[in-house]
């Protein structure tokens, strides 16, 4: 067995071949969260129907997190460049403020752009869960959005930037904040996922969000036959991989649907029971599927295939991201101590012009995913 080795298990016993996977970090240097009832837990989780597959991809997710908070922990620790956006530049000290706001005193940490540049980048919105060193601001502080883990940088770099553009192209979708609006897209849910919904007499809702050219970005609602019930999932990437993605979003789809069945979820609709907007992700997740028609508001349009690519070749999510925001990606390290042991790089991705979806409550009605 490797550090941090997943659980891997079958939730329903009709379908042993559909597979979840989940693994836990508990530490004082972990923030409470939502998904953990208030612990100071970080969890790394995924499903699909490859054993293997599974428990690589929910260790990945662990680690992309913990791997984050602990380097950020360390570079709170070290504080070694403090100030304000106007003390930085009077130094000469070129910064990248994806979240531009009050211009306070904060902790700063080192990037890169995509180009290989030089760039400082504020450590609230480098590191997850950021404590500030006294006398410093947190600003806004950042989501998992844009964090990624994998033995190899280079592939750690793209499913960052692939899930920053993801996230963003939601956001834009949801609030429409785009000029057309999705379109429903065929979609046939491997054989594993297909019993399952047989058996629980669910269906699914597959659509395409407005996207840069050569990308696709593709959310999967699952969902009674009368609409309600609803519980969403989304992944983006080449234009050419929208089967791969749509399979990708339903299987996080079901993953939320099977968690708002748990313990914490439970406990949270009972004491809740969305009397007010949803604050957190796991209120977002039970008010889509308790309380609102999402499928309804997003107003999705007939069905149509996407467009397939006009030009051979994989898109680089560094360069559609620069072309999206017209602004420069940044990217940091965060590969702390402990997944540098795990045998992963981490990293994230910061992309100026864009926005992860509010875990609160944001314009409009609120967005449907946990």
């Known amino acids: 067995m490797t550090p941090w080795t997943p ?50 991809s929910a260790r990945g997710e662990l680690l992309e997190r913990l791997g984050n908070v602990m380097a950020g922990r360390a570079a709170e620790a070290a504080a070694e460049l403090v100030g304000s956006v106007a003390e930085l530049r009077r130094k000469g000290i070129p910064v990248l403020e994806p979240y531009p706001g009050a211009d306070t005193r904060r902790l700063w940490v080192r990037g890169r752009t995509a180009d290989g540049a030089q760039v400082c980048v504020p450590a609230g919105a480098a590191f997850l869960q950021h404590r500030p060193p006294a006398g410093c601001d947190a600003a806004r502080t950042a989501g998992s959005t844009g964090i990624a883990a994998h033995p190899d940088r280079r592939a750690a770099i793209r499913h960052a930037a692939w899930e920053v553009l993801e996230r963003d192209l939601v956001r834009r979708s949801w609030y429409r904040l785009t000029d057309r609006p999705p379109h429903r897209i065929p979609f046939d849910p491997p054989p594993a996922l297909t019993a399952h919904l047989q058996d629980r007499a669910l269906t699914t809702t597959a659509f395409a969000l407005p996207a840069p050219p050569a990308t696709a970005c593709v959310v999967v609602c699952l969902h009674r036959p009368d609409g309600t019930g609803q519980a969403f999932g989304a992944r983006c990437g080449p234009a050419d991989t929208v089967a791969s993605l749509a399979e990708k979003a339903a299987y996080e789809a079901l993953m939320v649907r099977w968690s708002i069945r748990t313990p914490v979820a439970r406990t949270t609709w009972a004491r809740w029971h969305g009397t007010t907007p949803p604050a957190t992700a796991v209120q977002h997740a039970l008010w889509a599927f308790h309380r609102q028609d999402s499928l309804g508001l997003w107003n999705v349009g007939p069905l149509s295939a996407v467009a397939p690519p006009a030009h051979g070749g994989t898109p680089d999510p560094l360069d559609v991201l620069a072309a999206h925001t017209g602004q420069d990606v940044a990217l940091v390290d965060s590969t702390s101590a402990t997944a540098r042991d795990a045998g992963v790089r981490v990293v994230r991705v910061l992309a100026p012009g864009t926005s992860p979806l509010p875990s609160g409550t944001g314009p409009g009605h609120p967005h449907p995913f946990g």
């Open 7 to 56: 659980q891997v298990f079958a939730p329903y016993p009709r379908r042993p071949d559909l597979l979840f996977a989940r693994v836990a970090a508990r530490s004082a240097a972990f923030d409470s969260t939502s998904a953990a009832g208030g612990a100071p837990v970080l969890v790394g989780s995924a499903a699909g129907h490859e054993r293997d597959q599974v428990a690589v």
